[in-house]
């Protein structure tokens, strides 16, 4: 296939467009799947391509056990998805020892063939070159600073790391050049309502729902906003170059010049902002409250592994959250992700975890949401109403799963609302373990859907979002973590004046 130059990354930068994507346009029928594009009597949602950006996004943020060391201190951690076939195959971000894409070879070998990758920099070219040979389909990457930096220690010519960095830029476009995969930003549009449905979702989700029960005087909506601009001061820093003369420099020397002119430039910028103010809504929806709010056991059964730390919890959540962020229920959205704990050595920055498989609610794969109905109790006879046709996050998480839930793992499942009565026997008999979720609906029937079961449900240990001083019988694994992550650090500097309210 014909070289991939700048012009094709030009072309593939979807701003530029009426059409938000020709691809998911052109897949709409086949996969029940539209963009950000609002349909009618629809909310909008997030597109794949966005959705996927996203979450490598966060995935470079995925809390460390130990502050990353590595030998050349320009490289910056990157977040990594891997997808086949629109099925996301795993979440992986950087570790002390390998690249993010170093991991996906590590991890899934001959399977990346086909696959699509996103990436939150662009990978260097001891990444690419591998992942070019393994024959994937397509790389996207978030046009930012790249993998290793070219932006620390430029005002230094003697300095030898930035020499490495333009020396790596220009390897990577020559592979770029010189290889089938499709090498490029994928970013779109979001409609203009998407950050208002993603601000109102985040704010009306459960895990505020309950600090609101817990706390009757509280101004839940304002510990939302505090916690959105801290995590937006945060993001921006993290993933967005302020100085526009710098930005246009690193997208230079990434073969991305075209996006350098006007009015490329300021779409571009526009649009990675709002892809990072969403990301600062999806997050806000489960604060961190440090030691007050978290998900702990109830009654903690004798046998079973050790809950998680609370920031690598907090973290499966929001990829949950952010999952919920496609769905295809007019009202509710869901999210629901499954971990496992692997045995194997901890090549991957998320340790020992592994993805088992994720989703969010929606109709049937194959069908268009137009075709089924998408009233609620309040309207129209109980036959016209939607429960019945949506399949829900977790069955979704479970149906596409792309690794075996093994008897001798502990498998997780992240989950942003209360599983209902039709999931809990599935979630029951799949062989999770542990599940990360929220009560607020426990022992409820809410119309066409209940909830009476998730109570009882025995043999996997719940771990609730509630606060700290709620859940009887402490037990030690119940402890906050120690792991110094980018959370905790964040909790403890940003939230001490939240804490003394909630507390008194
Ligand atoms: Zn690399
Ligand atoms: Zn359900």
């Known amino acids: 296939m014909a070289a991939s130059d700048s012009r094709r990354s030009h072309r593939d930068f979807e701003g530029n467009r009426s059409i938000p994507n020709g691809e998911e346009v052109r897949n709409v029928r086949d996969t029940g799947v539209q963009t950000d594009a609002k349909i009618q009597g629809h909310g909008p949602r997030l597109s794949k391509a966005n959705l996927f950006t996203l979450l490598s996004l966060w995935m470079e943020l995925f809390p460390k056990k130990e502050p990353q060391q590595r030998e050349n201190d320009a490289t910056g951690d990157t977040g990594l998805v891997v997808v086949h076939e629109r099925m996301v195959l795993g979440l992986h971000c950087s570790s002390a020892q390998l690249h993010a894409g170093q991991v996906a070879v590590v991890k899934h070998g001959p399977r990346l063939k086909g696959c699509d990758l996103y990436f939150s920099r662009k990978p260097c070219s001891t990444c690419l070159k591998m992942l070019i040979n393994a024959g994937v389909s397509r790389i996207s990457y978030w046009p930012g600073d790249a993998e290793i930096s070219l932006l620390s220690g430029r005002h230094d010519h003697t300095d030898s790391s930035h020499q490495e960095a333009i020396l790596d830029a220009t390897a990577a476009e020559r592979l770029k050049s010189n290889s089938r995969p499709h090498i490029c930003v994928l970013l779109q549009p979001l409609d203009c309502t998407m950050q208002q449905f993603v601000d109102e979702s985040s704010q009306n989700c459960d895990f505020l729902g309950k600090i609101a029960v817990d706390n009757p005087t509280l101004n839940v909506k304002d510990l939302f906003r505090r916690e959105w601009w801290n995590n937006l001061d945060d993001f921006l820093k993290k993933f967005f170059i302020n100085d526009e003369e710098q930005h246009k420099y690193v997208l230079n020397k990434m ?48 046998m079973g592994s050790p809950a998680l730390p609370q920031d690598v919890v907090r973290h499966c959540i929001i990829q949950a959250r952010l999952l919920a962020c496609r769905t295809e229920d007019p009202k509710v959205g869901v999210g629901a992700v499954i971990w496992a704990e692997g045995k194997q050595s901890q090549c991957d920055g ?26 609620d109790h309040k309207q129209e006879e109980r036959q016209y109403r939607k429960y019945r046709y949506i399949l829900h996050a977790e069955q979704n998480a479970l149906t596409f799963r792309s690794a075996e839930i093994k008897e001798e793992e502990n498998t997780m499942m992240f989950v942003t609302k209360c599983p209902c009565d039709e999931c809990v026997p599935l979630i029951g008999c799949a062989g999770i373990k542990q599940i990360y979720t929220t009560d607020l609906d426990s022992n409820k029937v809410k119309h066409d859907i209940s909830y009476l079961r998730f109570d009882k449900l025995n043999g996997v240990q719940k771990f609730i979002w509630q606060q700290k001083s709620s859940a009887r019988h402490m037990s030690e694994q119940d402890a906050p973590p120690t792991a110094n992550g980018y959370m905790k650090r964040k909790a403890e500097e940003t939230h001490f004046q939240c804490n003394k309210r909630l507390r008194s």
Request: aromatic share 14%; with cysteine.
């Open 255 to 302: 073969g991305l010049e075209n996006f350098c002119a006007e009015p490329n430039f300021s779409n571009l910028r526009q649009h990675m902002r709002n892809l990072i103010t969403v990301l600062a809504s999806a997050a806000a929806s489960v604060p961190v409250l440090e030691e007050n709010y978290g998900f702990f056991m109830r009654e903690p059964l004798g």
């Open 350 to 375: 998320t340790g020992q975890l592994y993805l088992v498989g994720c989703g969010y609610n929606a109709y049937p794969v194959g069908s268009q949401y137009a075709e089924y109905p998408q009233m």
